[in-house]
């Protein structure tokens, strides 16, 4: 498992540490992470439905930010749990660009304790 959760932080709700090889994996393990701390089983998700998303930004650590607020947009708004599939990143003309694939079911309050 890429990530830790850290509990010697007791300003924040919810902390921890995520580390990959890559840029690209270090943003999985941080979006596995956030889904762990939104489901109680995050292996009970099933990857029944795919999309997309492209981010941007000048700053990789503010962009994994807006990763995170992605996902988490994506299950107040549109009541999705997702897992983080694919994310491609590249450097272009001074910003980070992010092309992400996430996959994941509609919650189910029945299957899913959040």
Same mark, same amino acid.
């Given at each position: =498992?890429?990530?830790?959760? !850290?509990?010697?932080?007791?300003?924040?709700?919810?902390?921890?540490?995520?580390? *990959?090889?890559? +840029?690209?994996?270090? /943003?999985?393990? &941080?979006?596995?992470?956030?889904?762990?701390? =939104?489901?109680? &089983?995050?292996?009970?998700? =099933?990857? %029944?439905?795919?999309?997309? /998303? %492209?981010?941007? @930004?000048?700053?990789?650590?503010?962009?994994?930010?807006?990763?995170?607020?992605? +996902?988490?947009?994506?299950?107040?708004?549109?009541?999705?749990?997702? @897992?983080?599939?694919?994310?491609?990143? !590249?450097? %272009?003309? *001074? +910003?980070?660009?992010?092309?992400?694939?996430?996959? *994941?079911?509609?919650?189910?309050?029945?299957? @899913?304790?959040?």
């Amino acid at each position: =498992m890429p990530f830790r959760f !850290v509990d010697e932080i007791t300003t924040a709700d919810v902390a921890f540490e995520a580390w *990959g090889e890559s +840029l690209e994996e270090l /943003f999985i393990a &941080a979006a596995a992470a956030l889904l762990r701390t =939104m489901s109680a &089983a995050p292996e009970q998700v =099933m990857r %029944r439905q795919e999309l997309t /998303f %492209r981010l941007e @930004h000048e700053e990789p650590d503010l962009l994994l930010l807006l990763f995170l607020q992605e +996902l988490i947009f994506y299950k107040d708004a549109r009541k999705l749990l997702l @897992h983080a599939e694919r994310v491609e990143i !590249v450097e %272009r003309e *001074g +910003l980070f660009c992010l092309d992400a694939l996430v996959s *994941g079911e509609q919650l189910d309050a029945d299957r @899913h304790s959040l």
